[in-house]
């Protein structure tokens, strides 16, 4: 089998289409070359998405002198040479999922979606609270690309409310967004005893696909044929429809696949070949992706209403005004932080004029983040085993996740895009915006996507994982800091933790941040000795021992508490900020 030399990758968003050239180097491995970039055409007036590719594409042409469109400005492809691309253009995938029990079959249909990379329009339940007229008027209204449709096990009894929830959608006669004429896909990932019935309901209305149960057991989730049903449909139904979408996945070397998808595959890679925790954020301007696998387990959400543009407006109203003026290190006025806030949304695509916009920008981020985590929490959870025999109002009642597989201690690391944490001036600032918002525990690498290529990575990695995993490590992921926090609360400037390093005694108190200098690749051992009152991983008070390594900041001890103390009152707070920017060698002013 020949090997591949060089691999085109392309990512069509909304507004821009991204292209990268990959090469394969003297010594075996693979190395990003060149990048691209093009206005997305998938609206008028061209209509046709290819134009927008080839356009990027031309790009890397003229930045290499080599040739990788043929005469009909078609990417090339051969054994040795590949073509990728992903997609999120035209709105993405936007689905809406139902189940029986909105905290039980409803949540794992939502989770196996989001991890296919759908934006969810809404959540329909037996028990969501809604009268049926309502559901059918809401399905009417949504037009979705697809309806994931889940409820009961495979080894309890029949389930009517299953049978409820398929006459409400042939009562709806819902239509796709995107196909005149088309019937819309409709996945049934429920008990294998109601398909059946299933079929009967809906068979002459929808386009019916029957996958295996998202619930076989109430203890149990089993997403993958769902996320795999979905990719297959995303590509023969939505792709096809939209412009130059059918053009260009003959193109392709493989099968084209969404944006979130991607970076999923390129999260959930790097985490096998590293056998890592990880933890990602996609803060854009209008929704914020997070992504994470912990214990080998994938999951994905999107916060659809918080952004750092079209949204930020958003961000204020569910943070409060409060608690984004708790990042700032001045007391301004709120009316003035307001109408920043407001500016932005309504001119999204202008930029920080000065350090004090940039950092009412910055807090809101923050913000933003911290809601999308906290989001992110609540559907990453664990499976519990609970008792079968049980009728339908009693599983009501029941809780179906168990804790939250987020486990701060066991994280390893975090990975920051989006303009506001990939563009931001300094380094640092995209460090502590990363730690006020996630309040890392522990140890924690914080990194960030240099120029967000982890899409093209993630198709790439479907196909050669140790060629995306090689540019990842290299070209994509920026180390910043190792940061080491931890766990417990005191009074200002009493005593938090010990740190010997390189036979160098580093005494920090409760409420400092410290910078230390660590060159990136450098490493050292960092021996941590709590207070009686903190904990870093083993047990209050008790000492640890930490393998580290630098990064373009060095290495940060962070010992602020956790949660992070902030002072009450509005001068104290402001003054603490500016300790802290100091700390990290940002300007506060």
């Known amino acids: ?20 050239l990959i090469e394969r180097q003297p010594d075996g491995v693979y190395r990003l070359v060149a990048r691209g970039e093009a206005p997305t055409t998938v609206e008028a007036p061209f209509d046709d998405v290819t134009v927008g590719v080839a356009n990027a ?15 009909n400005g078609r990417p090339t492809t051969s054994e040795t040479h590949l073509y990728l691309s992903t997609s999120s253009a035209g709105g993405g995938l936007q689905m809406t999922v139902a189940g029986v029990v909105k905290e039980m079959s409803a949540e794992s249909a939502e989770r196996a979606a989001l991890g296919a990379g759908a934006i969810i329009m809404d959540t329909l339940a037996v028990n969501d609270g809604r009268k049926d007229y309502e559901k059918v008027e809401r399905i009417r209204s949504l037009r979705p690309d697809m309806i994931l449709m889940s409820g009961g096990t495979d080894d309890g009894n029949v389930v009517p409310q299953v049978q409820e929830i398929a006459e409400i959608l042939r009562s709806a006669d819902p239509k796709p967004r995107l196909g005149i004429g088309l019937k819309l896909p409709v996945i049934f990932a429920g008990s294998k005893l109601m398909r059946e019935a299933v079929t009967e309901t809906l068979g002459d209305t929808v386009d019916l ?97 918080l952004g750092m543009s079209y949204s930020i407006c958003n961000v204020l109203t569910e943070a409060g005004l409060e608690n984004i003026k708790r990042w700032l290190p001045f007391d301004l006025g709120d009316s003035y932080i307001r109408n920043q806030l407001r500016n932005k949304m309504i001119r999204p695509t202008t930029i920080p004029q000065d350090l004090k916009d940039l950092q009412i920008e910055q807090a809101a981020a923050r913000e933003a983040l911290r ?61 502590i915006m990363m730690m006020d918002a996630y309040a890392p525990e522990g140890l924690t690498t914080l990194a960030k996507d240099s120029i967000f290529m982890m899409p093209q990575l993630g198709v790439l990695s479907v196909l ?27 009074k200002d400037g009493e005593a938090c933790c010990t740190f010997v390093i390189n036979g160098t005694t580093h005494d920090v108190k409760f409420g400092q941040l410290v910078l230390l200098p660590l060159e990136q690749g450098a490493t050292a051992t960092v021996e941590c000795r709590p207070a009686k009152n903190f904990d870093l991983g083993q047990g209050k008070g008790k000492s640890v021992t930490f393998n580290v390594q630098g990064g373009e900041v060095g290495l940060i001890l962070d010992c602020r508490g956790r949660p992070i103390a902030i002072p009450d009152q509005d001068a104290a707070r402001a003054a603490k900020m500016r300790e802290w920017l100091k700390a990290l060698k940002l300007r506060s002013e």
């Not at 085993?385 to 201690?409: C, H, N, P, Y």
């Open 209 to 305: 696909r029957i996958v295996d149960n998202l619930r076989p057991s109430l203890a149990q989730e089993n997403l993958p044929p769902a996320r795999e049903e979905i990719h297959e449909l995303f590509l023969e139904h939505v792709m096809q429809q939209a412009p130059g979408y059918s053009k260009l996945k003959t193109w392709t070397s493989s099968d084209i696949m969404s944006t979130p998808l991607a970076v999923g595959k390129i999260m959930e890679t790097i985490a096998r070949e590293r056998s890592i925790n990880v933890l990602g954020v996609d803060i854009g301007g209008a929704t914020t992706d997070v992504f994470s696998v912990f214990k080998g387990i994938y999951n994905r959400t999107v916060s659809a209403n």
């Open 371 to 431: 809601l999308a985590f906290e989001h992110h929490k609540s559907l990453a959870r664990e499976m519990v085993g609970v008792q079968q025999s049980r009728d339908i109002g009693e599983i009501f009642e029941q809780a179906a996740g168990g804790k939250t597989l987020v486990d701060m201690f066991s994280l390893d690391m975090i990975i920051g895009s989006g303009g506001v944490l990939a563009h931001a001036p300094e380094f640092a600032q995209t460090c």
């Open 464 to 490: 050669l994982p140790e060629a995306a995993t090689q540019v990842f490590e290299k070209d994509c992921l920026i180390r910043l800091a190792d940061c080491i926090a931890p766990v417990g609360t005191a």
């Open 57 to 71: 594409v031309r790009e890397l042409e003229e930045l290499t002198s080599k040739s990788f469109l043929d005469a």
């Open 1 to 20: 089998m020949a090997i591949v030399q060089s691999i085109v990758a392309t990512d069509c968003g909304s507004t821009t289409t991204k292209a990268i």
